[in-house]
């Protein structure tokens, strides 16, 4: 079982930037596709962005493409999400996760995720 904790949340107002950080320990970070979800209240768990476990790809969702940037630091077992152009609706909890399995270019779903950090609290401001 990899643990997984966040960093880096806060409140910005909008047009602003954060970079949240996800420390991994336990099993090899660097086997593992890394993701990024965030959940506002009263709303499903949204994926954002993955990474592939070598870090040679990545993909985000349609609403944060172009302003959030995933990577990864394998020698720092380390994934990142750079958050540019930050909007209020862009205010939520943000979570990463390792993928389920080995050597996968990752998943987009919840249920591809087997590990998943305790979550960081983004705000927005308009």
């Known amino acids: 079982q990899v643990q997984l904790v966040e960093s880096g949340g806060g409140l910005v107002q909008a047009g602003g930037s954060l970079r949240l950080s996800c420390a991994a320990s336990g099993r090899t970070f660097s086997s593992y596709a890394m993701g990024w979800f965030r959940q506002a209240p009263g709303k499903e768990r949204e994926f954002l962005a993955v990474?592939?476990?070598?870090?040679?790809?990545?993909y985000y969702a349609d609403s944060v493409k172009g302003r959030f940037t995933i990577s990864r630091d394998n020698a720092k077992n380390t994934v990142y999400l750079q958050m540019n152009s930050l909007k209020p609706e862009d205010t939520a909890v943000y979570y990463c996760a390792a993928d389920r399995h080995v050597y996968q270019s990752g998943g987009r779903n919840v249920d591809d995720f087997g590990s998943w950090g305790q979550g960081t609290q983004v705000t927005v401001s308009s």
């Open positions: 990474i592939s476990w070598g870090g040679g790809s990545t």
